[in-house]
């Protein structure tokens, strides 16, 4: 059945176009080359401005006891007790698992892909890394993979997202390098990316803004120093 | 979804009697396009921009073929499925196998247009499958069996004390009343059905040849989790939505949401590639991507309307247009409304049973100027009003009594004695029918003009005066110094 | 400059003091005028209903009564509009007369913009003591892109107080046939629209184009407003009231 779909709508839409000549040209890519990192220094005012008006909450901090007290304050403020944890190198650094268990937060089981689903559902918080933080706009940018699972961003109502200074860039035309360097280096694109703007929202009821949806809907995004990962532990 | 784009006339005027709807129309009007304004306000080149996003879309029909075969292509390399359906019917039964084949219950919905253009619900319904829409506006319709009544907000005609109703009669909840609260209920409930349901099903903002890759925006996350939670994603998307690059994908990034709410970005933007990759905790094991023509071929044939095919699916064009914000989505009787509703539903359906749509407008051209991928609506609306008028391959136009007026003034226009001879007549009538300045009574339809306004009495025409006047002026330039 | 006067049906017919005052403005502003009688109408109705088999008759007759002059002038943008955007577009298949039409829509002006962009006038000299609101007419603004130049002119009619309205851009309603076959919708339309120019609590509304005027003007005639509608034209022309 199908493959004679494939044919009869592709010839009604070559015979619409009048038999185009097929240009490859065209699915080049034009933005390749080195990612343009802002630099780690720079200032982080329009950053903060951008997750301010978005209703997520920013916090820098120096090091890892900074974060640590920073995650104890979540902790608290939110009653958190289950957390669904990114296995991540940042994260690792950072020894977030650690934090948890000195903490009493139990990590949520990841082992068990059948019951992961259910498992996932009971977390009070997610922590993961991201990619990138785009600075015009205060989207951090997600990718799934084995150890990532997409639900850390999306299930828990809380989603603390923590990222390194080296790891901004511009605005949305900046992603394209960096895609494409994902592209060459792995030959596909990840099975998903997410550009993450702030909690999840709706206006659905008399146009009334609220937070939290479906998705979390406290969103903080955090940003180390990144001469804390270039340093040899 | 069923057609009635007939009733169009007896809808617009039910709305315009409606209170709450005329309210609620003004304020998302107004409040998406100063949004959408600011917006493009606040960018360095917002015509350039704009300009991309023509040319993107005008280089991806130009190559429609070739774009078509590399997605699929990429989908597959990607672990993905990639059906093909000519119509509405071929892409339910497609879908409807996949979900027979395996053992599907429950599915759980983003808001979808060509699912609803393909009324894709209830087909599923019909297999005995309960089927979730999981977008908060939508829900609710869904739950009160009721049409949306506005693209962007479904359930802005319903008040937060019916909404509470609805819910406590249909979730068994008791009543709230702040949106939160029903918010949250509603959160509540429909996660319980990601968590347990089979398949989701999407439709698309766009898909990107290069990587096989589908992009999906929204503000709630409930396309996140249909994407995520169930084992079988399918997306249904028509043929015209492929774009070539990741390129493209960055300037409809930055053209669609702030063309849509005013917003630099939705609050999740997902770039869907092919199922989870191997030993992924979530994500879809099955990705179906079936590519629907439903008569955009056909489109595609007519250099002039092609451009109908560029839609982005934004709504922009609705927040501006001041027909629909009089009368609002519902009376455009199916699955598009506004300026390009217009314009594409006679076209995706058989032409007379939407022949009143393209005339109705003002072709103010205030949506022209809002298109991010500056699509001509007014040209087009005009070529649509043509076709149904003159082109065999069209059914409909305007009855047959005006049609022959306008080609009897036509024919008129083009005798100036008999011209003049017919306005003659018509100020006859005029001192005859008007009274202080004004007509008193005027046949239909020009009557109905007439009904609410005031038409001045027809006088010496300008023609006849002109003789009198030249002599005037031309004695006032000989006074004038250096006349 | 000789000109061509291009007088509107709905002015020939219903406002003709308006194709004076716009002979007078453009003497006044040094042309010379000529109003070739067989004119009828620039045929937008035909087209805007479809029916272009007709409007390129009317058209061809038009670019026959026009052609000859150095300049063609009316106090309307949708007629001038229909002209240079659609004439051209009416003839695509016959290149002699798209020809003809394009060589017609490059010298067919506007009144307000023929004044100011062409003829590099702004100040005709006028009087009028009031508070206006001026009407930026779909036809005149986004159609042919004419929004500062009606303001300039006003600017410089000495006494004139000029305002603008809330949602200045909003379609008043008319559309031609729309208002016809859609009479309800076109209502609510115009009822919004005065309740703008109402808000502003001028005296006057003033519009570069004819049938926005007898649309809305009609209409808060029928509603007993004060407001007394006038088009640019007659504007110009005052010596003091």
Redesign the interface.
Known sequence: MSPEAKEKILSAVELALGFPRRDEEILKGRSTGEVRWVHPWAPWDSVEKELSALSARFHRVEDRGQLWDLLGSIVEEHGVRNALMWDHPLLEKLKVAQFLDEKGVRRVDTSDPERFRMEAAKADVGITAAEALIEESGAIVVRAAREMPRAASLLPPIHVAIISSAQRISTIWDIVPLWRSWLEKEGRLPSAVHFITGPSRTADIELTLVLGAHGPKVLHVVALPEELFSQRE | MRIRCLEF?ER??RA?GDEMLQQ?LQ??G??FKTARDLAFAALEDPESLREMGRALKE?AI?????????L?MRVK??GGTV????TSK?AR??VCEIARAKGVRTVVKGKSMVTEEISLNEALQAEGIEVWE????EF?IQLAGEPPSHII????H???EQ?ADLFAQKLGVPKAEA??E???I??EK??EK??NSEMGVTGANAAV?????ILLLE????I??S???PRILVTVMG?EKVI????DL?VI??LLPRSATG???????????????P?????PEEFHLV?L?NGR??I??DPDRRQSLFCLRCGSCLNVC??YR??GGHAYGWVYSGPIGAVLTPQLIPSRLAR?LP????????C??VCPVKIDLPKLL?I???????DPNFDG??PLL??LG??A??????R?RL?RLA?QG??LCSKALAREG?WKWLPP??G??G??????A??????E??KK??KE?LR??ANEPGG | MKVGLFIPCIVEQFHPQVGEATARVLVKAGCSLDYPPDQTCCGQLQYKTGNWRSAREVARHFIRVFEGFEAVVAPSGSCVAMVRKYYPELFRDDPRQRQRSQSLAQKTFELTEFLVRVLGVEDLGARWRTKAVYHDSCQVSRALGIKEEPRRLLYKVEGLELVEMEQGDLCCGFGGSFSLQFPEISEAMVAEKASHILATGAETLISAEISCLMNIGGYLKRRGASIVPVHIAEVLVQQGK
């Open positions: 006339s617009a005027k315009l609620n304020r998302i107004v409040r280089k130009a190559n429609l073929p070739l774009l078509l075969e590399t699929e390399e990607a059906h093909w359906a000519c071929e039964k497609i999981t977008d908060l506006g609710i907000g479904p359930a802005v319903k008040s937060k909404i949106p939160e029903l918010t949250r509603a959160r429909l996660r990601f968590l040849a290069e990587t096989g890759s503000n709630e996350g409930n996140r989790m994407v995520t939670m043929i070539a690059t990741l390129d960055a990034l930055a917003q630099k970005l939705s609050a999740y933007s997902t770039i869907i590639t092919g199922p989870r990759a030993g992924e905790l979530d994500g590519l023509d071929s056909r595609l044939a001041p027909v009089k009368v009143d005339f109705a407008s003002t072709l103010c051209g205030a022209a100027e005009l649509m009003r043509q076709r149904l008028s003159e136009g305007l005006p049609r306008s080609k003034h036509g024919w008129i226009l083009t100036p011209y306005a018509a100020r004004r339809p020009v109905r003009w009904k609410m306004r005031d038409i001045p027809m006088q010496v025409p300008f023609s005066r002109w006047l030249k002026l006032g330039a």
